[in-house]
Nanobody, 126 residues
């Protein structure tokens, strides 16, 4: 059984930082693109960041570019999202996902995402 488990969410003040982790079990992620998405209260789920299987190509939503950094460690089946200079607009449930296709497709609406995590809450206080 494949499981994606996010961790690292919590409450932080505006301007602060958080580091999210996504650990995958039951499947090797070596050939998968991976990404982060978020759903803010009352809004649709949106793309945040994606990374290619080798970690070479990275894509970000314009709203988080230069403040968030995605990375991965394939030997440990783990992906990370470093979030700096957080604003209240970042308050959302953050989900990780895997995609056997390319990371760029995750950024523009891939229909090949095959697994999702259960989400971790990030709350940024003004």
């Amino acid at each position: 059984q494949v499981q994606l488990v996010e961790s690292g969410g919590g409450l932080v003040q505006a301007g602060g930082s958080l580091r999210l982790s996504c650990t995958v079990s039951g499947r090797t992620i070596f050939r998968d693109a991976m990404g982060w998405f978020r759903r803010a209260p009352g809004k649709e789920r949106e793309f945040v960041a994606a990374i290619s299987w080798a970690g070479v190509s990275k894509y970000y939503a314009e709203s988080v570019k230069d403040r968030f950094a995605i990375s991965r460690d394939n030997p440990t089946n783990t992906m990370y999202l470093q979030m700096d200079s957080l604003t209240a607009e970042a308050t959302a449930v953050y989900y990780c996902a895997t995609d056997p296709g390319c990371a760029r497709d995750m950024a523009v609406g891939s229909d090949r995402i095959n697994y999702w995590g259960q989400g971790t809450q990030v709350t940024v206080s003004p």
